[in-house]
């Protein structure tokens, strides 16, 4: 079964970026576009204010209009246009796992507002089971060109990061990009060594040959993947999230991940993940991962 981009929008130019993104992106991939818009009748609350069919007729307006801006720009790609009713969040979930992607608009620095408002785009990022990507509203073509990387961190055992490195890897295939891999390390505190521990950093020459062995051994199965994707690896000393800042210019995409995993107090984005979607400049890829 083939799964679509989806996009979320709302009339808005963050909504209208995202639309734009997304197809792009469903062109490259040979993927259908469904642009989706989530709404549900508010109550008629002042005299000669819009009834409930006006609005449900003015949110299909909407959808469509987004529909044909993208189907102007790209005739062969097939588009489709929905109203998603029910509660913004759970419909868009649902439509997440649906799709190859979730593509949601997003203003600047600050909270994710735009598409959706402050803590319910939040949870729609944190309750996604596929990526969902964050495009600002001057985010256009040119942001793609040639030279600009796919920025994608990674930490922990190649198990830890299969999900964002095959996101980043398979969106540079299909863009002809490149990737750069980043991994950030520090310093741990001296009570979390142990005998195991230190005979590993003794074999690999210290802690920073250490990192830099672990990126390649995370790394060298997606090389073998995809051989035609030129691959940089990084690794600096620092916390994640401005060690990513710190090459967010350079990018045209960055990739990050969180834990798919409930907690007792319900689904996380993560520290770095929070980071780098609120002060990133570029569209930012959120994967989640077990």
Not at 203 to 208: M, S
Request: contains cysteine; aromatic residues 4%; charged residues 20%.
């Amino acid at each position: 079964m083939t799964h679509p981009i989806t996009v979320g929008v709302d009339g808005s130019d963050e909504g209208g970026a995202a639309a734009a993104w997304a197809g792009r992106e469903a062109v490259r991939r040979g993927l259908p576009l469904r642009v989706v818009y989530a709404w549900h009748g508010q109550p008629h609350l002042l005299a000669g204010g819009p009834d409930s069919e006006e609005q449900a007729r003015w949110a299909q307006e909407l959808v469509e209009a987004a529909a044909r801006t993208v189907t102007e720009r790209h005739a062969d790609l097939s588009v489709s246009a929905e109203v998603l009713e029910g509660g913004a969040v759970d419909s868009l979930v649902a439509a997440a796992s649906d799709a190859e992607t979730l593509v949601l608009g997003s203003r600047g620095h600050g909270a994710i507002v735009g598409f959706l408002i402050g803590s319910v785009g939040q949870q729609v990022i944190a309750e996604a089971a596929g990526p969902v990507v964050l495009v600002r509203a001057d985010d256009n073509a040119a942001s793609e060109a040639a030279g600009r990387e796919i920025v994608v961190g990674q930490q922990g055992g190649p198990d830890d990061s299969a999900a964002g490195l095959r996101f980043a890897f398979e969106t540079a295939a299909a863009r002809g990009a490149s990737v750069r891999v980043v991994r950030a390390w520090s310093l741990p505190p001296l009570f979390t060594y142990s005998p195991g521990s230190l005979k590993l950093l003794d074999e690999a020459g210290g802690l920073e040959p250490f990192e830099k062995k672990a990126l390649t051994e995370a790394v060298q199965p997606w090389r073998e993947q995809f051989p035609e994707v030129p691959v940089t690896e990084y690794v600096e000393m620092g916390s994640a999230g401005q060690v990513l800042l710190s090459l967010a210019a350079r990018a045209q995409l960055m990739v990050v991940q969180r834990r798919a995993e409930r907690s007792a107090v319900g689904s996380r984005i993560g520290s770095v993940a929070h980071a780098v979607m609120h002060h990133a400049p570029c569209p930012v890829a959120v994967v989640p991962h077990s």
